[in-house]
């Protein structure tokens, strides 16, 4: 188990775009399962290279009701409906606050084998496709909070 350090909120990288994978190396392939290692240490459903240091266009998923998910370029095509909740990150230790997000999203991405997927989400996965893909392009969930952040305890 090979866990990385995970970027803190203020760390510049953060508010990078990061960039698109060419290619699967293995090299890459590492740093997707160092991310699994590093979110499950954490307690996390959701994490984003960047947050590891790293700016490419990777993300991580494991919401627990199915099989973990790794999404390579992933682009939202399709959001319906709406909910509200509490939304944390592990960027921001001990802070969580109101956010609204899509209820549905489709989302079109590559798996780790560089094969086009297309994933549906519903609820937390919708949610977490979204917090994860907007690290992507240098934006926190802090930045959409409706009513502040708050401490988590």
Known sequence: MATRKIRIDGDSILRKICKPVKEMTPRLSQLIDDMFDTMYEANGVGLAAPQVGIVKRIVVIDIGDKSPLTLINPEIIE???????????????????????????????????????????????????????????????????????YETE
């Open 79 to 149: 959001t319906s409906g709406e909910q509200t909740g509490d939304e944390g990150c592990l960027s921001l230790p001990g802070k969580v606050g109101q956010v609204t997000r899509p209820m549905h999203v489709v989302c079109k991405a590559l798996d780790r084998d560089m094969n086009e997927i297309t994933v549906t989400g519903e609820g937390l996965l919708a949610r977490a496709i979204c917090h994860e893909t907007d690290h992507l392009d240098g934006i926190l969930y802090k930045d959409k909070v409706e009513d502040g952040l």
